[in-house]
């Protein structure tokens, strides 16, 4: 997926970034997680995060380098519809686990997955079957981070997509399977502070040497389709977002960690809210700049929108800028994902599967983990 184009920075001093930003990762999180050993800690971080802690994690976790990419492309076919629900699908899974999650801490105060919630309350017939499926969710979603974030950085410097790929895949684990929940959460406070720092960089930039062009106005100028209320692919097109993005995050383990990892309800409520708040903005920003993107050049290609506005005087700044917030967003979504189907394992594993009773699940979680990382560094290369 190389673009035959003057790259904006050198292969080097772009994988010199990458391993320096991700060797920072591992080393927070593994020094952070020295003192909190235990499965407990590794499932749920001991039930004892505040409010702060939580709510940049379920904001980091819900965010991931796909919003560089996904909006901006949505936006230039979809228009203002696919914006707002690509937004409103993002950030709804937060205002939707206010009420479960309620629910489910009052009746099932000692778990740490929905799916042991509902095996544990419903039976066996079906929990398999939902298992598999949020672990194949999961790893779908693995695979295509790792991939996003690769592209990224051979976007910016030609470098191969497989080489990214196992440096993050590598680093991420290296914290994410010794210090589990509690190393992802810690680690999620920085890099949700660097993506919000980095996204008010890229926007006061933009606006700055963009002018008239990021507004509205020039879009309903250039491509009135894409802001009029009888446009009709925004409608199916925002709905479909709205659907497939919140449904899909809803079964997302991560976010059932991050509800029984609150020290209690009242923490879990007021968290979720402000997450809702954050998350909404920085979608609809991501595919907005699509749309001015599109409008200023309808022949740019409609997932590098972002980067087009961001990158067009090829300023080095700016392409270092990119990179960070790329790992950022990545690291902080793969670790996420990582620890959630570890969990899964663990807590699920011995109903799943008719091991021998000595079995160590959270050795074979690892193990599972491994393979999955193998797979979505494939997936990357092959792209």
């Not at 930003?21 to 999180?29: A, K, N």
């Not at 950030?91 to 686990?97: C, K, N, Q, V």
């Not at 939902?130 to 470098?159: K, P």
């Not at 290296?174 to 680690?187: D, P, W």
Request: glycine letters at 6%; proline letters at 2%.
């Amino acid at each position: 997926m190389q673009v035959d184009k003057t790259f904006f920075l050198s292969q080097s001093t772009s994988l010199i970034l990458v391993i320096i930003i991700s060797l920072i990762f591992v080393f927070l999180g593994l020094y952070n997680s020295r003192n909190y050993q235990g499965l407990n800690n590794y499932l749920t971080a001991s039930r004892n995060i505040g409010l702060f802690s939580l709510t940049t994690s379920l904001t980091a976790s819900a965010l991931g380098a796909w919003i560089l990419f996904g909006p901006a492309s949505a936006a230039t076919w979809g228009g203002i519809g696919a914006i707002i629900g690509y937004s409103l699908g993002t950030a709804f899974p937060m205002f939707f686990l206010i009420y479960l999650g309620k629910k489910i801490r009052k009746d099932f105060p000692k778990g740490s997955s929905l799916i042991e919630f509902m095996r544990k309350k419903f039976g066996k017939s079906l929990f398999k079957l939902i298992l598999l499926m949020t672990i194949f969710y999961m790893f779908i979603f693995l695979c295509a981070e790792v991939t996003a974030v690769a592209v990224l950085i051979n976007y910016i410097s030609g470098t191969k997509l497989w080489i990214t790929a196992l440096i993050v895949l590598i680093s991420t684990l290296a914290y994410t399977l010794y210090g589990g929940l509690r190393a992802s959460i810690f680690t999620d406070n920085i890099q949700m502070v660097v993506i919000v720092i980095f996204l008010l960089i890229s926007l006061v930039y933009i606006n700055s040497f963009t002018g008239s062009e990021f507004s509205f106005d020039f879009i309903k100028e250039k491509n009135p389709q894409l802001l009029s209320s009888s446009y009709v692919p925004s409608y199916t097109a925002g709905l479909t977002f709205f659907i497939a993005v919140a449904a899909t995050n809803l079964f997302h383990q991560g976010n059932w960690q991050r509800v029984y990892a609150a020290k209690n309800f009242e923490t879990l409520r007021k968290s979720l809210i402000i997450s809702f708040f954050i998350i909404i903005p920085i979608v609809f920003y991501m595919g907005f700049s699509g749309m001015v993107a599109f409008s200023i050049d309808p022949t740019t290609r409609p997932d590098l929108g972002f980067f087009t506005l961001l990158l067009k005087d090829q300023t080095e700044l700016l392409s270092i800028v990119v990179i960070i917030l790329g790992l950022a967003l990545t690291i902080s979504t793969v670790d996420t994902l990582v620890n959630a189907i570890s969990s899964l394992i663990v807590v699920d594993g011995k109903a799943t599967f008719n091991l021998d009773k000595k079995t160590n699940y959270l050795n074979l979680s690892k193990y599972a983990i491994l393979f999955l990382s193998f797979i979505s560094i494939s997936v990357a290369k092959f792209n």
